[in-house]
């Protein structure tokens, strides 16, 4: 007896496992179907949606810009990497340069490098005028940056105030007479003789190897304009009237000059003196 109610208990408990069992397989299978249903619309939503922002994010290039990355791609990539993203050991990023930099370095023949040195060195532009600017305008709408105003750059500028700016922010390096200077570490300030109306410009915007950026905030537009005409004006227009220039490099090699040519006719002046006594 004690037999047939245990038995008929087991089976009443595996009647009412039954269904909690299939209660609980329905509920995983709804949730794998519901996960399975989301993770679809997910990635209908994502294969609509996605190409709309990566159109966004990377705009095509114009025409400029394109013929400016054949010729990066060519002439430029080794050192700064395929996206200009920058090679350790070779080159940094331009990402955020601008075209400034690149109408100053490449326009001047600094770029590309001969080989690595502590300073890049003025040569004969390997560009032509309109390679550069393709240069440029890849870069700036690769990344951005500070960009040469078009059209005169010297419009409406003050030789006077240009003198006062220049003699400020620039005569430290560069000389009162523009000749340039030896600075630390191998580096050097260049000669402005050689340098163009946008050149001048593009340096004061991108700073390139020891010269400090001036920006808008520092120098004003109008007031770059002034140290521009000043430069290209009264510098480079200045016949010496004084007579030698001994490198136009300031009061020190004028010092210089003048001790030791007057201790020497000081010197020559007593020993004749002294002989005819």
Same mark, same amino acid.
């Given at each position: 007896?004690?037999s047939?109610n245990?038995?008929?208990?087991?089976?009443?408990?595996r009647?009412?496992?039954?269904?909690?069992?299939?209660?609980?397989?329905?509920?995983?299978l709804g949730a794998?179907?519901?996960?399975?249903?989301?993770?679809?619309?997910?990635g209908g !939503?994502?294969? @609509?949606? !996605?190409?709309?922002?990566?159109?966004?994010?990377?705009?095509?290039?114009?025409?400029?810009?394109?013929?400016?990355?054949?010729?990066?791609?060519?002439?430029?990539?080794?050192?700064?990497?395929?996206?200009?993203q920058?090679?350790?050991?070779?080159?940094?990023?331009?990402?955020?340069?601008?075209?400034?930099?690149?109408?100053?370095?490449?326009?001047?023949?600094?770029?590309?490098?001969?080989? %690595?040195?502590?300073? !890049?060195?003025?040569?004969?532009?390997?560009f032509?005028?309109?390679?550069?600017r393709?240069?440029? &305008?890849?870069? &700036?709408?690769?990344?951005?940056?500070p960009?040469?105003? %078009?059209?005169n750059?010297?419009?409406?500028?003050?030789?006077?105030?240009?003198?006062?700016?220049?003699?400020i922010?620039?005569?430290q390096?560069?000389a009162?007479?523009?000749?340039?200077?030896?600075?630390? =570490?191998?580096?050097?300030?260049?000669?402005?003789a050689? !340098?163009?109306?946008? %050149?001048?410009?593009?340096?004061?915007?991108?700073?390139?190897q020891?010269?400090? @950026?001036?920006?808008?905030? &520092?120098?004003?537009?109008e007031?770059?304009?002034?140290?521009?005409?000043?430069?290209q004006?009264?510098?480079?227009?200045?016949?010496? %009237?004084g007579?030698?220039?001994?490198?136009?490099?300031?009061?020190?090699?004028?010092?210089?000059a003048?001790?030791? @040519?007057?201790? @020497?006719?000081?010197?020559?002046?007593?020993?004749?003196?002294?002989?005819? =006594?």
């Amino acid at each position: 007896m004690t037999s047939d109610n245990d038995r008929r208990r087991g089976l009443l408990a595996r009647l009412r496992g039954r269904p909690a069992a299939r209660s609980r397989g329905r509920r995983r299978l709804g949730a794998a179907f519901r996960l399975i249903a989301a993770l679809t619309l997910a990635g209908g !939503a994502y294969t @609509v949606f !996605a190409p709309g922002v990566q159109a966004q994010e990377n705009p095509p290039l114009t025409g400029a810009a394109a013929e400016g990355r054949a010729l990066f791609d060519v002439s430029c990539v080794t050192c700064h990497g395929r996206n200009a993203q920058g090679v350790e050991g070779r080159g940094p990023s331009l990402i955020g340069v601008g075209s400034a930099s690149v109408e100053f370095q490449v326009g001047s023949g600094r770029m590309p490098m001969a080989r %690595q040195e502590a300073q !890049a060195m003025r040569k004969p532009p390997v560009f032509t005028d309109e390679q550069v600017r393709q240069l440029g &305008q890849y870069i &700036q709408e690769l990344g951005g940056g500070p960009q040469v105003p %078009q059209g005169n750059l010297r419009e409406g500028a003050n030789l006077a105030t240009g003198g006062e700016l220049f003699r400020i922010n620039c005569s430290q390096c560069h000389a009162f007479g523009g000749g340039g200077g030896a600075l630390s =570490s191998g580096k050097y300030a260049p000669s402005l003789a050689p !340098a163009s109306d946008a %050149q001048i410009y593009a340096a004061m915007l991108s700073g390139p190897q020891n010269m400090p @950026v001036f920006g808008d905030n &520092q120098i004003t537009p109008e007031q770059k304009a002034d140290i521009i005409a000043y430069i290209q004006e009264s510098l480079k227009a200045d016949q010496d %009237q004084g007579g030698f220039n001994l490198g136009r490099y300031g009061p020190s090699t004028e010092g210089l000059a003048i001790f030791l @040519v007057g201790i @020497v006719a000081l010197v020559f002046t007593s020993l004749w003196i002294a002989g005819k =006594s």
